[in-house]
Structure formats: structure tokens, C-alpha cells
């Protein structure tokens, strides 16, 4: 049974920084793509970050361009989003999902951990 837990979210001032954990099990980190979404209340769900484990690209978003990196670590089959220069619209639930395909295509998901980044 493939499951996928995140940690790491929490309280933040802004302009600080967060590791976001995404702990895999049921499968090993050689699946597809796997990678970051996030969501506030009332507004459209937001891919903000992925890697495709055949050939290591990344992708980020244009709002966190140059302020998160993706990485992945095999050994622990746990995928990380650095997080840095935190602003309060980063605020949001942040949701690890892995699939064939970026964005539309996850179709598993973990339920999230909640950041909350302060002005």
C-alpha cells in the first residue's frame, strides 16, 4: 500500500525557512514523479514543486522560483522541500503526491502539513 506522510510544516516569521519531509512507503523513490502542492481555502491547488526520479529534472513554480529546492534522498525513500525567504503568501497546506505524470496525472497523495508563514 503506497503511503506518503509529510512533516516539517509549522509557524514561521517571515523571510524564514522550513524542510518540508515526505516519508514513502510502498514503493521506493524510483516511481515516476513525486513532488509539492499546496492549497489555501478558497483558492486553486498550486504545483510548487516536483522530480522526476528516471532522470533527476526538477520542476518550481514561478512564485518560488529561487527560493525552494526539491531533493530526494533514496536511502531514506524521503522527498524534502527547502524552504527559504518564507512570505506570508507561502502560507497554505502543503501536500506531497507522486504519479506517472506532473501535475494532473498524481494519483497518490499524503494529507499534508500546514505552513503558516507570519509578516
Known amino acids: 500500500q503506497v503511503q506518503l506522510v509529510e512533516s516539517g510544516g509549522g509557524l514561521v516569521q517571515s523571510g524564514g525557512s522550513l524542510r518540508l519531509s515526505c516519508a514513502a512507503s510502498g514503493f521506493i523513490l524510483d516511481r515516476y514523479v513525486i513532488g509539492w502542492f499546496r492549497q489555501v481555502p478558497g483558492k486553486e491547488r498550486e504545483g510548487v514543486s516536483c522530480v522526476s526520479v528516471s532522470d533527476g529534472s526538477t520542476y518550481y513554480a514561478d512564485s518560488v522560483k529561487g527560493r525552494f529546492t526539491i531533493s530526494r534522498d533514496n536511502v531514506k525513500n524521503t522527498v524534502y522541500l527547502q524552504m527559504s525567504s518564507l512570505k506570508p503568501e507561502d502560507t497554505a497546506a502543503y501536500y506531497c503526491?507522486?504519479?506517472?505524470?506532473?501535475?494532473?496525472?498524481?494519483?497518490?497523495w499524503g494529507k499534508g502539513t500546514l505552513v503558516t508563514v507570519s509578516s
Open positions: 503526491a507522486t504519479g506517472p505524470s506532473w501535475p494532473y496525472g498524481m494519483d497518490y
